[in-house]
């Protein structure tokens, strides 16, 4: 069973700084089946990022995606106020299919 | 423009039943990928179930046995069938559609719903 192990669990940081936030996979997977998701409080995940690398639609260019392997980053290069959340990485596993989230990273004002 | 709407949740007792619905507008719940993910309190998103567009269905083995996921194409809905309850069940319930892009075969979960509730405590 892949593992995905998400860190740090918890970032603060202020807003308009950089943020970095790992997901790490306990076996290689394909990055064409890594997403992230950022989830408000009281809210539904959102997608951000899906294939390790390729933004959604409607998602800002502060958002960037890369890795491969078993290491991913989701790198948020100017924090806005709507991105003091929580964020997610999730993989699709094709036998016998199935989802798999991270922990999540909560990233918050410091 | 695409929207899910999730109901059905509630409070039940351990070893109850309930069935949510999850109603879709903006596409064809037949011909996609649709999947249910909950949120105990608190906690982080966890996978509970899937179907495909073929209609073959796939469950977490936290649930396998006891949910039962299907399709209504009159009515463009989904539903989960959850039986004997128990109380690690509580949590949010979201559907979501899933994307797979056949060009380069990404799979990601695009569209979702806001979420029901479901409290299973006596």
């Known amino acids: 069973e892949i593992v995905l192990t998400q860190s740090p669990g918890t970032l603060a940081l202020s807003p308009g700084e950089r943020a970095t936030l790992s997901c790490r996979a306990s076996?290689?997977?394909?990055?064409?089946?890594l997403a992230w998701y950022r989830q408000k409080p009281g809210q539904a995940p959102r997608l951000l990022i899906y294939?390790?690398?390729s933004r959604a639609a409607g998602i800002p260019d502060r958002f960037s995606g890369s890795g491969s392997g078993t290491d991913f980053t989701l790198t948020i290069s100017r924090l806005e106020p709507e991105d003091f959340a929580v964020f997610y990485c999730?993989?699709?596993?094709?036998?016998?299919?199935?989802?798999?989230f991270g922990g999540g990273t909560k990233v918050e004002i410091k | 423009d695409v929207q899910l709407v999730e109901s059905g949740g509630g409070l039940i007792q351990p070893g109850g039943s309930l069935r949510l619905s999850c109603a879709a507008s903006?596409?064809?719940?037949?011909?996609?990928?649709m999947t249910w993910v909950r949120q105990a309190p608190g906690q982080g998103l966890e996978w509970v179930s899937m179907?495909?567009?073929?209609?073959?269905?796939y469950y977490a083995d936290s649930v396998k046995g006891r949910f039962s996921l299907s399709r209504d194409k009159s009515t463009n809905a989904l539903s989960l069938q959850m039986n004997s309850l128990r109380p690690d069940d509580t949590g949010v319930y979201f559907c979501?559609?899933?994307?797979?892009?056949?060009?380069?075969?990404?799979?990601?979960?695009?569209?979702w719903g806001r979420g029901t509730l479901v409290t299973v405590s006596s």
């Open positions: 179907i495909f567009s073929g209609g073959d269905t």
């Open positions: 903006g596409f064809t719940v037949n011909t996609n990928y």
């Open positions: 999730q993989l699709y596993v094709t036998s016998p299919p199935r989802l798999t």
């Open positions: 979501a559609r899933v994307v797979v892009r056949l060009r380069d075969l990404t799979f990601s979960l695009d569209d």
């Open positions: 294939a390790a690398s």
């Open positions: 076996q290689s997977v394909n990055s064409n089946y």
